[in-house]
Each structure stands twice: as structure tokens, then as C-alpha cells.
């Protein structure tokens, strides 16, 4: 993964991530038993999905479940992956669905944790990196789970409208629109705790 | 809300994210001067992705990757793949798999006595031409052309040599990281006779028509020989990777074909 600059980006360096060859030469090699190369796979998504897991579960451990689950599910079924589509949107396919399930298995957003966090808009109350986190977390898991994912895609793991369409399996005019509603239904949230 | 109006509100969103094209992002800026509401917008989504974009990534725990690895089963590695892939049908059948390995059994408890009953008696001349005689076979390969390798990530050699219709390739490399090899060839015209690594184990190697491809780590030594059709002199195409770059490209056997071989 590299960064570089985007000139149609108002404010951010934008991610770029590497060839989508390179991928899928190391998924037919470890196919044929190479550790090394799915060690490069691993190398190269487990910080994302790691981030995506947690920003989806805001819980560390749970996040570190899902994340080796993701791998051991991608080694175990290597054989099934069709080359015909990118491995990024396979290997992050299997983390949302391995999310769902767990989130579903463990319905833990605690309204009153949500409350603690409440901030008040004055300058001598400015909020830390880690304070706004928590708050950013906070408001997150206040979303529907087909808005949070949309959000942490764009915004936690830099992906574009076309990719996010490949991920989640649906047409990128309803990536838009989850996405508008997602980030409007955000800033209310954020308003509302004094952050915007 | 007019077509207009939401079609320039998506604009805004493609902007903040970076897939708005030159032309768009113009024609948002005339737009954006006469609508004050779809400024407001804008400013609120800029400051939203201000504030997404302020929250720390979270550091991934220090030993995830090792738990992940070490929770990873063990995969057949390729050469075996393909030995159960190529085992004759006859093989897969029980009793005719125990008839040949009774038969093995039989023949080597014929040998074993026979060596017993020979070593009782001196050693004949026989043995040592027999050892010769195999020697004398490994040298009909000639050197016919040489490729170095000197980059800061990958040093060494590799020799290429010819016997008849067989190609050599000698592989003398040295990388602190695995080095890739990939040999291109007319796979209409050869086909691989044996692949052997020495020092460690083989750690990956994959054949499929006209391409053979193999892992070299550390200081390593990598043999591949190739048969091909009478008279075919075949030209091979090398590639080396490491960390997933092409460190060198080059050919081999194009010398040996217009006559200068070494």
C-alpha cells in the first residue's frame, strides 16, 4: 500500500493500493503452498481489515477475531476465489460477513456508554485525537450497519464508489446514496455532541 | 429539490471524495457561486471529512500476525499436488497399489541377497565402470551460455547448458529476501524433465505450459531441465522478483541458437 496524491481530493492524501496483479499472482502461488506469499497477502491487508473490523465492532478484541478469522477462512478457501474478481473485495467480503455475524451474536452498543461521551462545543473543552475517536466511534455505532460500513470503507479504508460496489455486491449509485444518507445521518449525530 | 440541484449536491460528495472529474469539479464551482445553500453543504461535508479524518487508525495488536500464521494449517505444497494429480488410475486401486509394493518388497529382498553373496567376494572391475559410466553421462551437458546477476537485492548466476535435446539450467542465487523465478519457453516444444533444489526444502515451484515458476532463498542452488522436440532450441525467457518487483529480465539459449554457444 502507498500513498500518494490525489488532485481531485479537497483536503487528503488518498491511499493507492498496489497492483491488483501482484494480488492475485500471490493468491495462485499460495494456492500451490507458498506461505511466504499469502504472508504477503496478510502483510499487506491485516492493518485494514483490522481497522475495519473495529470501526465496525468498536471492540479490540472482537476486532482481532474477526481479523484472524478473515485469513483462516481466505487460506482455507483459496481454492474458491475466481480470479476474475479483486482479491481485496473478496478478502473484505469475508470480514463484513464475519462482522455481521459477530456484531449479531453480540449486540453490546451500550446506549449509556454513548452518553458518558457527550462533549460540549467550547473552546476550552477542545477535544483530544483520542477524546474525538471515541466520540467519532461513539456516533458510528449509532448508525445503521449498512451506513457505518459505508462510511468506514470511504472514510477508514479510502475506497472508492466502484470498489465499495464491488464489496458489498451492489451498483454504485446505491453506494452513493448510502453514502449521502450515512454522512448526513453522521453529521446530525455530530452536531448534536457539539463536534461540528 | 430540482434534477439540477441533486445532480450538483452529488458533485459535492464526489469532490470530498476525490471522483470528481476536472470538468465537473469546473462546472460545481460555477454552480456553487449562485446556490449559498449548496456552499453551506459543501462546508458541512468538508468539516465532516476534517473530523473523519483526524481519528487515529488503531494499531493492529503487536501479535496478530504471528497468531494468524502460526493458526494457519498446514497446505500441500505444489510438488505434491502434482504428484497425486499425475498418479496413474491404476495406482488409486487398493489391490493392485499392495501387488506392486509386494512386488517392490519381493525385488529388493532379491537385490539385498544379492549384494549379501556379492560382498562375500572381491569387487570386480564391473562396479567401478558401472560409477563411470554415469559420470561420463553427466558430462555430455555443455556449457553453451551465461547470465550474471549482480543487483544490490539479488547476486549470482545462472548456466545454461545443452545435451542433445535436454536444456540445463543451472541456478546459483543469492538474495536476503526470496527471489522469484519465473522461465518462460515454447511450451509447444518442451516440457520440464526434473527440477531439483538444493540446500532446504523446496519451497514453491508451479509448472504450467511454458512456464516454470520456483522460490530461491538464502544462498541457494535451483537445477531445471527441460526436454524438448528433436532439433528445438528452445529460447528461454527469465524473470527475478523479489518483494514482488521484477529485478531483472533476460534471455538465455538466444546465443546457442545463432551458432555461438560457448
Known amino acids: ?196 | 429539490m430540482s434534477e439540477l440541484r441533486v445532480k450538483y449536491l452529488e458533485l459535492i460528495h464526489a469532490e470530498i471524495d476525490g471522483e470528481a472529474s476536472d470538468k465537473e469539479l469546473a462546472a460545481l464551482q460555477e454552480y456553487l457561486a449562485s446556490d449559498h445553500e449548496a456552499q453551506k453543504l459543501r462546508a458541512a461535508l468538508a468539516k465532516l471529512n476534517n473530523v473523519l479524518n483526524q481519528v487515529e487508525e488503531v494499531e493492529t495488536p503487536a501479535d496478530l500476525h504471528t497468531s494468524i500464521l502460526t493458526a494457519l494449517p498446514p497446505r500441500r505444497p505444489a510438488l505434491e499436488i502434482v504428484a497425486q494429480n499425475s498418479s496413474p488410475w491404476r495406482l488409486r486401486i487398493p489391490f493392485i497399489r499392495y501387488g506392486y509394493t509386494l512386488a517392490a518388497g519381493l525385488l529388493l529382498g532379491a537385490v539385498l541377497t544379492g549384494v549379501a553373496l556379492k560382498n562375500l567376494s572381491p569387487p570386480e572391475k564391473s562396479d567401478i565402470y558401472g560409477t563411470l559410466a554415469v559420470r561420463e553421462n553427466a558430462q555430455r551437458y555443455v556449457a553453451v551460455e551465461h547470465m550474471n546477476l549482480d543487483f544490490p537485492v539479488l547476486r549470482g548466476s545462472v548456466e545454461l547448458s545443452r545435451s542433445g535435446s535436454n536444456s540445463m539450467m543451472v541456478f546459483d542465487l543469492y538474495g536476503q529476501q526470496a527471489v522469484e523465478v519465473e522461465v518462460g519457453f515454447d511450451g509447444s516444444q518442451a516440457g520440464l524433465m526434473s527440477f531439483n533444489q538444493q540446500l532446504g526444502a523446496i519451497r514453491s515451484f508451479q509448472v504450467k505450459e511454458g512456464t516454470i515458476s520456483f522460490q530461491s532463498e538464502g544462498k541457494q542452488r535451483s537445477t531445471v531441465v527441460l526436454a524438448s522436440k528433436k532439433h528445438a532450441q528452445l529460447l528461454l525467457n527469465l524473470s527475478f522478483y523479489v518483494g514482488g518487483k521484477l529485478v531483472h529480465q533476460g534471455t538465455l539459449g538466444g546465443a546457442a541458437r545463432a551458432g555461438s554457444g560457448k
Not at chain 1, 484472524?68 to 482479491?87: D, S, T, Y
Not at chain 1, 473485495?89 to 460477513?97: E, G, K, P, Q
Not at chain 1, 450497519?145 to 475506497?159: C, D, G, P, Q, T
Open chain 1, 1 to 196: 500500500m502507498r500513498a500518494t496524491y490525489c488532485p481531485h481530493q479537497l483536503f487528503f492524501w488518498c491511499v493507492v493500493f498496489m497492483d491488483d496483479n501482484e494480488d492475485l499472482r500471490l493468491v495462485s502461488e499460495s494456492r500451490q503452498g507458498s506461505r511466504d506469499s499469502f504472508e504477503r497477502l496478510l502483510l499487506r491487508y491485516e492493518k485494514p481489515i483490522f481497522n475495519a473490523a473495529y470501526r465496525i465492532l468498536r471492540d479490540y478484541e472482537d476486532a482481532r477475531d474477526v481479523t484472524q478469522n478473515v485469513f483462516l477462512k481466505a487460506f482455507q478457501n483459496l481454492e474458491h476465489f475466481n480470479a476474475k474478481h479483486r482479491f481485496f473485495s473478496w478478502i473484505y467480503r469475508i470480514a463484513l460477513n464475519e462482522s455481521i455475524n459477530l456484531s449479531k451474536s453480540r449486540r453490546r452498543f451500550d446506549a449509556a456508554e454513548d452518553a458518558r461521551i457527550e462533549v460540549r462545543n467550547t473552546p476550552e473543552n477542545l477535544l483530544s485525537r483520542k477524546e474525538l475517536g471515541e466520540v467519532v466511534q461513539a456516533a458510528l455505532m449509532s448508525l445503521e450497519f449498512e451506513h457505518r460500513v459505508v462510511i468506514v470503507l470511504r472514510h477508514f479504508n479510502h475506497r472508492s464508489y466502484q470498489q465499495m460496489g464491488e464489496i458489498l455486491e451492489i451498483p454504485e449509485k446505491t453506494v452513493k446514496s448510502r453514502l449521502f444518507t450515512a454522512r448526513a445521518l453522521l453529521r446530525e449525530i455530530l452536531s448534536g455532541k457539539g463536534v461540528l
